[in-house]
């Protein structure tokens, strides 16, 4: 059982770089979702999808962007890497929330930005 | 605003001991409200409330939602080292967005 899988698990970057964290899905869910959390902030949202094609700003979008090209995937982009980016890295998906606001989420990607 | 506050923000029992966590919300776009708990990795789903003083229970963790005072409660009886995690509390948004709102999660350390 699969769910929800991030790559890579681990990175490390320079300030500058740039770099694409790649979140896939097996459920069939609509909604995708990624976090980021941050030591006494709990989990913040960055960006979401409501469906393939379809994405929306969170609570913090600067500095980042993501696509939906197909359903089973998220993309998160970073262009141009800062050290306040720094941070545990979360995605989640959830079936129709009309209904039910339950996500599912991935294992994490640490990110240290030198 | 969207706010979510839990308190404590960390705690330490012992084995057997019984712990209450507090997360209050506020009122503004709230559908449901929602408990994980999260060991080292990827948040895991505990419970989802929406209907104010109807416990929900699985095994030794209970929650239940007041929602005229805008709070709810995690408790764990008996508890383990295997509880030791942090726990989240979420606000589900009522938009057609499906969001959740985190608080900034308490951090339990179950001591043998």
């Known amino acids: 059982n699969a769910g929800v899988t991030q790559t890579p698990k681990f990175r490390v970057l320079k300030t500058g770089q740039s770099m694409t964290l790649l979140c896939a899905q097996d459920?069939?869910?609509?909604?995708m979702y990624w976090y980021r959390q941050d030591p006494g902030m709990g989990l913040r949202l960055i960006h979401y999808?409501?469906?393939?094609?379809?994405?929306a700003k969170g609570e913090v979008p600067d500095g980042y962007n993501v696509s939906r090209l197909k359903k089973q995937n998220f993309l998160l982009g970073l262009e141009s890497a800062a050290p306040s980016q720094t941070s545990v890295y979360f995605c989640?998906?959830?079936?129709?929330?009309?209904?039910?606001?339950?996500?599912?989420f991935g294992a994490g990607t640490r990110l240290s930005v030198l | 605003e969207d706010k979510v506050v839990q308190s404590p923000l960390s705690l330490v029992v012992h084995e057997g001991d019984t712990v209450t966590l507090n997360c209050s919300y506020e009122?503004?776009?709230?559908?449901?409200l929602l408990w994980y708990k999260q060991e080292k990795k990827a948040p895991t789903f505990l419970f989802m409330l929406?209907?104010?003083?109807i416990e929900k229970k699985s095994g030794r963790l209970s929650s239940i939602l007041d929602k005229k005072e805008l709070f709810s409660i995690l408790n764990i009886t008996a508890t383990q080292t295997g509880d030791s995690a942090v726990y989240l509390c979420?606000?589900?948004?009522?938009?057609?967005?499906?969001?959740?709102?985190f608080g900034q999660g308490t951090t339990l350390q179950v001591k043998p």
């Open positions: 989640a998906s959830s079936p129709r929330p009309l209904a039910k606001n339950i996500q599912y």
């Open positions: 459920m069939n869910h609509e909604y």
């Open positions: 999808s409501v469906g393939e094609g379809t994405t």
């Open positions: 009122v503004t776009n709230f559908r449901s």
């Open positions: 929406t209907s104010s003083g």
């Open positions: 979420a606000k589900g948004h009522s938009s057609n967005t499906g969001k959740l709102i």
